[in-house]
């Protein structure tokens, strides 16, 4: 899909949980020996081509030539991106002979066994790593399982493996980790078992009740949820890491008026009090909202900047305008004075004074006190206005002249190229896109968006997998790259690969064009139950939805 959401679910998630960074296969700025120099070279201009295949054959080449365990590293997990488990396969026995107790080796070698759908090599070196005298051993395990299989459900057994062998290690944050793991590959008995295990191990932790939450929540058990979450009701206001957690999981529960009363137990600042104006607006709580506004406005003596900002913003939330544009037009200085004159653009806009808005907007954008990016703001919020007016020709001429001042300005190009998309112009969209990538040839953003605009919206599907194969190798952990890959594998008409990517996408992020994405081609492959699932799903998440209306209206479930 076009456009990355707020937050990648599972292997980002994990990644900071755990601290191992999923790994990108960035340029190797280490200088290769003589023997390895012509293919290194050739490795990178296919990669910089999305000719992933090639680049895997280069690059076993390159460490062939060299005894350098990086080149045999960066060898291998080319050739997993590329899905040539035979090249990886002999870039691991290099990498092996030249590092054989790294723990990314062994996690490499996990994943190629995942891969490869071998159960019981897989078993052994995930066991291993969670075994390892090393602490981040069990973290290693944990990237190779939740990213590196085809199958979840053999991810599951060998999960539940390693619960059934006591290989975990006595560590609340593996157990927590693994624990959310079984979730996400919806496996509810062994979710169950793992927080009955956690709960057995570390009584009275509060953060094992919040996953006890989650994995009600996941199951649908939305009442038992709630009643797991009230019981920490009295830690929240000891802990501000565990009420920021708690407030998620409300918001994750659809109920964003609890998660902003569990924010307001405990010391306040700008950040608190912003979270939960924004939830309370969502829940169209006004009277929660007209409170907590009226508390801002006692605190709102001094020409406090950010407070008025914040107050302008909750006034706005309340569809106070008047009192939002006050509020907005007294913020005194600082880099909030910036985001002010363009949120009081937005609200003359809703006070029907549109003239009034341009005009602003217009102002702000030959502000010569002002910052860049204000001024370049100030195009993209004219643009927005030109959208909510239906006015296409002045959206497209408010893009048109922050390009003249701004030529290769990537928000602007990458804003007008969805705006061609949406208009079904998709050889001017692709014309801004490619701009993007002539400056910046390592966009990831304008390179999925492209491949996949041509993947969802043209037949040239090759294309399209060489721009996405190079927004993978930069972001190969990303649930809109991995939807992305899925889609245009379908579009190539391999079906059986897609599956496996878009369902890997979902457990990574609950995302509507993803579930849109997985219905379809579960449909289409015969596995209409199931696809009804998911699309039932995506129109919980977002029924206006363009990828899940799209498919609604072409197989009617």
């Known amino acids: 899909m076009p456009a990355f959401p707020g937050s990648m679910f599972l292997l980002l998630l994990l990644a900071c949980l755990v601290g191992v960074q999923p790994a990108a296969w960035a340029a190797d700025t280490r200088k290769p020996t003589a023997g390895a120099l012509e293919p290194v070279m050739a490795g990178e201009f296919a990669l910089q081509n999305g000719q992933l295949d090639d680049a895997a054959r280069w690059y076993l080449e390159a460490a062939r030539a060299t005894d350098d365990a990086g080149l045999a590293e960066r060898a291998t997990r080319i050739a997993l991106l590329a899905n040539d488990d035979t090249r990886a396969a002999e870039g691991m026995k290099l990498w092996r002979a030249r590092a054989p107790q790294s723990l990314a080796m062994r996690a490499a070698e996990a994943t190629l ?53 006591n290989a975990i290690p006595d560590n609340l944050q593996a157990w927590l980790a693994f624990g959310g793991l079984a979730q996400r590959l919806d496996e509810e008995p062994l979710a169950e078992r793992m927080v009955a295990e956690v709960v057995k191990r570390f009584p009275g932790e509060p953060r094992v009740a919040l996953l006890r939450a989650s994995q009600l929540r996941e199951a ?15 830690q929240v206001e000891r802990d501000a890491d565990l009420r920021l957690a708690v407030a998620a999981e409300y918001d994750a529960l659809g109920d964003a008026a609890a998660a902003a009363a569990v924010l307001a137990r405990g010391p306040q600042d700008e950040q608190s009090y912003g979270l939960r104006a924004s939830l309370l607006a969502r829940a169209e709580d006004n009277v929660a ?91 993209l919020l004219e643009a927005e206005l030109g959208t909510k007016d239906k006015d296409d020709a002045g959206e497209l001429d408010a893009y048109a002249r922050g390009l003249a001042v701004y030529p290769d300005d990537a928000a602007l190009l990458y804003s007008r190229a969805l705006a061609w998309e949406r208009r079904d112009m998709i050889d001017r969209a692709e014309a801004d896109f490619r701009k993007i990538l002539v400056a910046e040839p390592d966009n990831v953003a304008a390179l999925n968006a492209l491949g996949y605009t041509l993947a969802d919206r043209t037949t040239r599907f090759t294309e ?53 994405h997985l219905g379809e081609v579960l449909w289409v492959t015969g596995n209409k139950d199931e696809a009804r699932k998911y699309f039932e799903e995506a129109r919980k998440l977002d029924p206006e939805n363009r990828a899940l209306k799209r498919a609604l209206m072409k197989f009617s479930p």
């Open 464 to 516: 399209a997998l060489e721009l996405i194969d190079r927004a993978r190798v930069a972001e190969p952990g990303s649930s809109a790259i991995i939807d992305s890959y899925g889609w245009v594998l379908y579009r190539l008409g391999r079906n059986k690969e897609a599956l496996v990517e878009l369902r890997r996408a979902f457990a990574l992020d609950k995302d509507p064009e993803i579930g849109a």
């Open 289 to 379: 909202l007209a409170r907590l506004y009226d508390e801002l406005r006692k605190g709102a003596v001094e020409p406090d900047p950010q407070r008025r900002l914040l107050l302008g913003q909750t006034a706005e939330f309340l569809k106070r305008y008047p009192e939002a544009l006050e509020w907005y037009r007294g913020v005194p200085g600082g880099s909030q004075r910036w985001t002010a004159r363009l949120r009081a653009a937005n609200v003359l806009h809703e006070l029907k004074r549109g003239a009034e808005a341009y005009a602003e907007a217009r102002k702000l954008q030959t502000e010569a006190s002002a910052s860049e990016d204000a001024r370049r703001d100030a195009y």
């Open 113 to 165: 066994a995942l891969r490869r759908g071998d159960e019981r090599l897989a078993s052994r070196d995930l066991e291993s790593l969670v075994r390892d005298r090393d602490p981040d051993g069990w973290r290693h395990a944990l990237i190779a399982l939740g990213n590196g299989g085809k199958d979840p459900k053999l991810s599951a057994r060998l999960l539940a493996r390693l619960v059934d062998s």
């Open 220 to 234: 649908g058990k939305l009442d038992n949820a709630r009643t797991a979450l009230s019981g920490l009701q009295p």
